[in-house]
């Protein structure tokens, strides 16, 4: 999923304020955060096949590192730890695990069976993403119904509004649009994106 995971640290974050929702953000994406290090690195690998499911261009090959259910609990405590000590919100900090963890559910949820539960151990995946159809309709639906719970009652401005469009725009790119060119392509592009909307999130926070 994509839409789906932004969703879950836009829910959040409104729930939580001390939490800013550029931190929401990057914890619901903490796997894929770390993923592109491993894809450059050669630890983890992916292959870019067009037409294997009617989402995605990529087969997973092998992503446990940073995917596995295990690993992203293990990710989860260290960016708990780490962001308690840096910023002294230990309330906060604590939010960032289970956001982690529903990394790992949503793509329990819509990958094919390739998502590990440990390094070596099973792989899951209840393959939602077979139907484009249906993806769309519950990605489009968690995230419409996460933007307008977010945005009810409060001041949201132009950063906001312009977050959501550029989040919208790079789902349909990445469904409708072509395959990325190479899988360096996919790593570097998502170390510059995933910073940005950590920056933009913040800033999304500070307007309101």
Known sequence: MFLAHFAVGLVTSRLAPRLPLGTSFVAAQLPDAIWPYLLLTRLERV??????????????????????LL??????????AGYGLLFRASKAAFLL??????????DAASHLPDVPVWPGGPLVGLG?????????????????GAVAFYARGRRVGIAFWSLVGFLVVMYAASVFGPPPPSVAA?????????????????????EE
């Open 71 to 80: 690993m992203v609990v293990v990710w989860g405590i260290v960016f708990v």
């Open 128 to 144: 939602l993403w077979h139907s484009r159809t249906l993806t769309l309709l519950v990605e489009g639906g968690l995230f419409a």
């Open 97 to 106: 695990l289970p956001l982690a963890v529903s990394h790992w559910l949503l």
């Open 47 to 68: 292959t870019i096949a067009p037409g294997e499911n009617p989402i995605s261009p990529l087969h997973f090959d092998h992503y446990p590192w940073s995917h596995s």
């Open 186 to 206: 996919i790593a570097w592009s998502m170390i510059v994106v995933v910073p940005a909307l950590w920056w933009w999130g913040n800033r999304v926070a500070r």
